[in-house]
């Protein structure tokens, strides 16, 4: 809750989260090893050269790596075609050393990412985005949760451990976080609205959320006064804005939550970077572990954080 020293929100540490859950991995992945000689292994598939993803993919593989697991990376030039792109999945899909595909997105615009998705062994899928793994999670059932999400998810919960007949709101309604957010906040016995860019006055939804997790994809659309006082806040928000304050052509990078008012209002905020982003590559070793274990019949270690 807001600190009463300060009146501001307490600062929900993705970044330490993160770094405990990748302890609590490797910790696993060792004992793996040990008691059945096998090691987890993550294939990520890149195409084309997105600066962002090339930066995003490099520090997968170091934290792959770091977590004692096996890392393939697949990079291939911004003119492949679907069938050349569908062929390294299949042969992924067949590889047993591999145990989670992750394909970079965004994909060059002609190139279907639905059929890519599509076209990932639904028990290798990492990043919880094809149907049957959509549909297992809307159903209740086991499966591969996408990451953002999951880290979301835990990140409330280091403030609030039961989130028991809590209100949720979600702000955003994508298949990468929106929708996904709202169906584990579900399970997680919350009361859950999902809102949008085009919801009928935005700001008196968000005043009755005791969980608000912004995730729609514009700087600081959110504003501070419209925050519930005490609320838990997860800003998965990453935008970047100019900043002329820091010199000419430069940038800063600030969530879909106007941080600074909000955090005198809200009982614990996460800040945007340090937040939500650590999570995601935490979540997605979580993963790569599970699909491991799930397919060779091993039961998952404990983890808990």
């Known amino acids: 809750m807001a600190d009463d ?11 330490a989260l993160a770094a405990r859950l990748r302890e609590k991995i490797k910790d696993a992945v060792t004992g793996l090893k040990a008691s059945h000689d096998l090691v987890p292994g993550l294939a990520v598939v890149l195409v084309g050269e997105d600066p962002a ?3 995003y993919v ?3 593989n170091k934290q792959t790596v770091a977590a004692g697991m096996l890392s393939f990376e697949h990079k291939m030039p911004a003119d492949t075609s679907i069938e050349e792109l569908l062929a390294v999945v299949r042969r992924l899909n067949e590889d047993d050393k591999v145990h989670g595909i992750l394909v970079q997105l965004p994909l060059p615009d002609h190139l279907d990412t639905n059929l890519v998705i599509n076209a990932i062994d639904p028990n290798k899928d990492v990043d919880g985005l094809h149907p049957i793994n959509a549909g297992r999670l809307m159903a209740g059932q086991k499966g591969l949760v996408p990451c953002t999400p999951l880290g979301c998810i835990l990140l409330a919960k280091q ?6 007949g809590m209100n949720a709101l979600v702000v955003g309604r994508s298949v990468l976080v929106g929708k996904p957010v709202a169906q584990l906040l579900l399970n997680e016995n919350c ?3 999902i809102a949008h860019s085009r919801t009928r006055d935005l700001k008196e939804v968000c005043r009755d959320a005791d969980i608000l997790v912004a995730a729609v994809g514009r700087p600081k659309m959110i504003e501070g006064s419209w925050i519930k006082p005490g609320a838990i806040v997860i800003d998965v928000g990453i935008n970047r804005v100019d900043a002329p304050e820091k ?12 941080f600074a008012v909000a955090r005198g209002v809200a009982g614990a905020i996460t800040p945007v970077p340090g937040g939500a982003g650590p999570m995601t ?3 997605l070793l979580r993963n790569t572990l599970q699909a491991a ?4 019949g091993i039961e998952m270690p404990n983890i808990d954080i």
Do not use: F, W, Y
């Open 53 to 55: 993803s090339q930066v």
């Open 247 to 258: 010199g000419k052509g430069k940038t800063r990078l600030v969530g879909d939550v106007d």
């Open 281 to 283: 590559i935490a979540c």
């Open 159 to 164: 403030v609030e451990p039961d989130l028991t």
């Open 191 to 193: 009361t859950v609205t």
């Open 293 to 296: 274990c799930d397919l060779h």
């Open 58 to 60: 490099r520090n997968k």
């Open 5 to 15: 020293m300060t009146d501001e929100a307490t600062l929900i540490d993705g970044k």
